[in-house]
């Protein structure tokens, strides 16, 4: 079965400053990643995903992730943080073939002015 | 432009009550999905459907009952509800078989609190 790990429950940066937040992945199989950002009272929104195609993906509101295999992790970053990307971030991860999704259990974002 | 669709938003039910929550999706997915969200433990699948007429357990499925009878609607029945079964309950619907690497789309989710 595959699952990822966040590290770390909360994350706090200062407004402009680089964002990163980690995830790791394991999968017996090639997986398909997945970034999600929730806002409050709010349903999940797809950030960005890994599909193979490419190893570093570009995804909505200037975030990015770099697949490496080696590591086997997600890890997501964006070079300046804005007060509005404050939220909660979950990575997830599927198999091919496979519409099991798993998530972590989630990275609380909060950006200081 | 609906997308996924819960109703209710918030509910408060007394221990040993029963209650059903609808999501319905408007794009035609094959696969529809009922998670909860917990603190701290990110969102677990509770029961899926990879199409009209068919369920099958997650992770977390006790407690909880499902019905598919149509390819929009997805049920989640609690027959008897639970202090532990208070969270925030998640729906989320996706294209279907061979489309494992399409993300899924969300509902704004259902605050169940169980006294």
């Known amino acids: 079965a595959q699952s990822v790990t966040q590290l770390g429950s909360h994350v706090s940066v200062s407004e402009g400053a680089l964002v990163l937040l980690r995830c790791n992945y394991s999968?017996?199989?090639?997986?398909?990643l997945f970034w999600y950002v929730q806002y409050p009272n709010q349903g999940l929104q797809l950030l960005l995903k890994?599909?193979?195609?490419?190893?570093l993906v570009k995804g909505i509101n200037g975030f990015e992730a770099e697949f490496k295999k080696s590591e086997t992790s997600f890890h997501l970053t964006k070079p300046s943080a804005h007060m509005s990307d404050a939220a909660e971030y979950f990575c997830?991860?599927?198999?091919?073939?496979?519409?099991?999704?798993?998530f972590g259990a989630g990275t609380r974002l909060t950006v200081k002015p | 432009n609906a997308g996924v669709t819960q109703t209710p938003k918030f509910r408060v039910l007394k221990t040993g009550q029963s209650m059903t929550l609808l999501c319905a999706q408007d794009?035609?997915?094959?696969?529809m999905y009922w998670y909860r969200q917990d603190p701290g433990m990110g969102l677990r699948l509770i029961h899926y459907?990879?199409?009209?007429?068919?369920?099958a357990k997650g992770e977390v499925p006790d407690g909880y009952n499902v019905s598919r009878l149509k390819k929009q609607n997805f049920l989640l029945g609690l027959e008897s509800a639970a202090p532990s079964q208070t969270s925030v309950y998640f729906c989320?619907?996706?294209?279907?078989?061979?489309?494992?690497?399409?993300?899924?789309?969300f509902g704004d989710g259902t605050r169940l609190s169980i006294l």
């Open positions: 989320a619907s996706s294209r279907g078989t061979g489309y494992s690497n399409q993300p899924q789309h």
């Open positions: 999968s017996s199989v090639p997986p398909y």
């Open positions: 890994y599909t193979s195609a490419a190893t």
């Open positions: 997830a991860v599927t198999r091919r073939n496979n519409n099991d999704m798993r």
């Open positions: 794009m035609n997915h094959e696969y």
């Open positions: 459907s990879v199409g009209e007429g068919t369920t």
